[in-house]
Nanobody, 122 residues
C-alpha cells in the first residue's frame, strides 16, 4: 500500500526557512511525478512545485527562487526547502504522486499525504 507522510511544518516569522519532508512507503518517488501542493483556508489547492522521475523540476511563479524541490531516491523521501518565507505562504502543504507530470492539476495526482501546516507570521 502506498503511503505518503509529510513532516517539517511549523510556525516561522517572515524571512525564515523550513524544510518539508515527504516519506513514501514504496519506491513510487523513483518512478512517479512527485508534487507539492498547498491550500490556504478558503482557497483552492494549488501546485507549488513538482519533480519528475528524471529529476526535472517545475515551480509556481510565486515560489520560484525561494523554494527548492528535491528527492532522495534511496530514502524514498521528497523534500521542499522553503526560504524567504512570506505570510502568503501560510497554508497546509501536501505531497502527492502522479503517473506523469502534466498540468499540475490536483486531479492528476493519485496519491496524497495527510498534509503539514506551515504558518508564517509578519
Amino acid at each position: 500500500q502506498i503511503q505518503l507522510v509529510e513532516s517539517g511544518g511549523g510556525s516561522v516569522q517572515a524571512g525564515g526557512s523550513l524544510r518539508l519532508s515527504c516519506a513514501s512507503s514504496t519506491d513510487i518517488i523513483n518512478t512517479y511525478c512527485m508534487g507539492w501542493f498547498r491550500q490556504a483556508p478558503g482557497k483552492e489547492r494549488e501546485a507549488v512545485a513538482h519533480i519528475d522521475s528524471d529529476g526535472s523540476t517545475w515551480y509556481a511563479d510565486s515560489v520560484k527562487g525561494r523554494f527548492t524541490i528535491s528527492k532522495d531516491n534511496a530514502k524514498y523521501t521528497l523534500y521542499l526547502q522553503m526560504n524567504s518565507l512570506k505570510p502568503d505562504d501560510t497554508a497546509m502543504y501536501y505531497c502527492a504522486a502522479a503517473p506523469v507530470c502534466g498540468l499540475n492539476d490536483p486531479n492528476e495526482y493519485n496519491y496524497w499525504g495527510q498534509g503539514t501546516q506551515v504558518t508564517v507570521s509578519s
